[in-house]
């Protein structure tokens, strides 16, 4: 009789083992992950909306204009006028052994609304190896500290008026001295990148650390 119950014991835990194994199964599928898009809170970078820029096949920088240095172009309702190209060499306790580019420009609003643009989502520079490097924070912190008539993004471009001022910047190796500097004209949507004006600049176009911008 107790052999028989020991046998009838171990054919129920025989029988019980798969069904936990299946119930451990099914608790671990029903775990999901919530995303930023469906309300979770799990941390992510926002991306900025300058990962559009110049991929022709989305339809970014379709339409291109192209004009010389202090020289205005015209795209979507925008006047663009890039008055010249600024380097500037950062002190050595600034950490950085490269040069900092900043742009000495003219932006004019044919339209009834003020709007702003921002360096980042707005200009990149284009190498001559088509290398596309967009603008740093940390040049936009050293420029503000040290610049007369700068602006830090964002900046705005009033209604029926025209904005001139420097901006930027891009930290940039020592070496680099040309390169094309492309403006999306946005308005007042930050991701209508269809036109964009450029404009080349060559070694002796580039202001080497101008003494007329320092506060």
């Known amino acids: 009789m107790r052999k028989l119950q020991l046998t009838a014991l171990l054919l129920c835990a025989a029988m019980a083992l798969p069904a936990a194994g299946c119930g451990n199964k099914k608790s671990s599928s029903s775990k999901t992950t919530r995303s930023i898009s469906d309300g979770g809170d799990a941390p992510q970078a926002e991306e900025p909306s300058n990962v559009y820029q110049n991929k022709k096949d989305e339809g970014i920088g379709v339409n291109e204009t192209v004009v010389d240095i202090k020289t205005e172009a015209d795209a979507n309702e925008t006047g663009f006028t890039l008055n010249r190209a600024i380097k500037v060499t950062p002190e050595p306790e600034h950490g950085y052994d490269g040069n900092y580019i900043y742009l000495d420009v003219t932006i004019k609003n044919s339209t009834d609304t003020a709007y702003d643009l921002s360096t980042l989502?707005?200009?990149?520079?284009?190498?001559?190896?088509?290398t596309e490097k967009y603008s740093d924070v940390q040049t936009e912190l050293y420029a503000n500290s040290k610049f007369n008539n700068f602006s830090i993004s964002p900046y705005t471009v009033p209604a029926n008026g025209e904005l001139s001022c420097i901006i930027g910047g891009f930290a940039v190796d020592s070496s680099l001295n040309e390169f094309t500097v492309g403006f999306f004209p946005t308005r007042d949507n930050d991701r209508d990148k269809a036109d964009v004006i450029k404009v080349e600049v060559k070694p002796e176009m580039i202001d080497d650390n101008?003494?007329?911008i320092l506060k």
């Open 121 to 130: 989502n707005n200009f990149y520079l284009i190498y001559p190896d088509g």
């Open 210 to 212: 101008p003494a007329d």
